[in-house]
């Protein structure tokens, strides 16, 4: 029965839904892919002052808004090495 009505139904200019969802998903990709960017360590540390105002999330665990009081840099060999490789030009 729920098989049929589901026949039944009729999507007008489908082809256009099935793009724009499509679309909908290349954009919510590239949205994570600048996030990820944004949010490297390389890239968030300069703007790490006493006092700032920050969202802490960490994967699906949201923690709200805190003010950044002091922080000390950690030691990663990626980033390190990150930081000083150098790009052949």
């Known amino acids: 029965m729920v098989e049929e009505s589901l026949k039944d139904i ?6 256009s839904v099935v793009e724009y969802f499509e679309l909908r998903k290349q954009m919510e ?13 390389l890239h968030i540390l300069p ?5 700032r105002l920050l969202k802490i999330k960490d994967g699906d665990n949201d ?6 009081i002091s ?3 950690r030691s990663n060999k990626v980033c ?3 930081s000083t490789a150098q790009v052949p030009s």
């Not at 990709?29 to 360590?41: G, K, N, S």
């Not at 703007?47 to 006092?51: D, E, I």
Request: glycine share 8%.
């Open 47 to 51: 703007f790490l002052q006493s006092g």
């Open 63 to 68: 923690f709200g808004w805190g003010v950044l």
């Open 10 to 15: 009729q999507i007008p200019d489908e082809e």
């Open 80 to 82: 390190d090495e990150l």
């Open 71 to 73: 922080y000390s840099k």
């Open 29 to 41: 990709d590239a949205e994570a892919d600048l996030r990820a960017v944004i949010t490297h360590p």
